[in-house]
């Protein structure tokens, strides 16, 4: 019965912990702070992660609350430990936790190939967020098609009922063109690039 309902019962006392904790935070009985409900979600993810664990098969889906769970908690401690570190890297906890669940997804279940598109389109802008602090262009959309392009290119070489889908080349053809156009608008290379092709 256990293995079969746990997600039920985590879910319910999960919500009446959150629940308990923010009334005593806000009647200032018991404060709470920013670590506390870091740590409260990071401990709500790792209950759905345990619910993965003990039926890989059928309770794949809490994979995905659990690691975002953890990323809201990373990114909530790390703004309280680190303000100005969670001021550059605000995003990149919480979209590559969705990014990485969708990532394991997949390795849990390999006929979900769908699971490969979310999980690089989140893994592209995690590398997006974590990127723009360090470029000299704050136009990064060439990074989102590069990235959509690895997706789908990595997409047409998993197998598929024993075989390769030819579908995903089209658009990730499609996004490597535009990535690189953007590309040369972003770092204005098109007056280099066009005057060494006519050479």
């Known amino acids: 019965m256990f293995d079969r309902f746990p997600w039920r ?80 890297l605000g995003g990149v906890f919480v979209l590559g936790s969705i990014g990485l669940a969708f990532w394991v997804v997949y390795m849990l279940n390999p006929t979900f190939w769908w699971a490969v598109i979310p999980a690089g389109v989140m893994t592209t802008l995690t590398l997006m967020v974590a990127a723009e602090p360090f470029l000299p262009s704050d136009d990064t959309a060439w990074i989102f098609f590069l990235g959509l392009a690895a997706t789908f290119g990595i997409l047409s070489l998993l197998p598929v ?36 092709i006519l050479i």
Not at 11 to 34: K, R
Not at 55 to 69: E, M, S, T
Request: no cysteine.
């Open 9 to 88: 019962i985590l879910l319910g006392v999960g919500l009446i912990l959150a629940g308990l904790f923010s009334l005593l935070d806000v009647l200032d009985i018991l404060n709470v702070g920013s670590l506390g409900w870091a740590l409260l979600f990071i401990g709500g993810g790792a209950a759905f992660l345990y619910v993965m664990s003990v039926n890989r098969a059928d309770n794949w889906w809490a994979v995905i609350p659990g690691f975002v769970l953890i990323g809201i908690g990373l990114t909530i401690g790390v703004d309280a430990i680190a303000p100005r570190l969670n001021d550059t």
């Open 161 to 196: 009922d024993g075989k390769r889908m030819s579908w995903p080349l089209w658009p990730a053809g499609a996004m490597a063109v535009l990535a690189v156009f953007l590309m040369f608008d972003a770092f204005d290379l098109a007056g280099i690039v066009v005057p060494l």
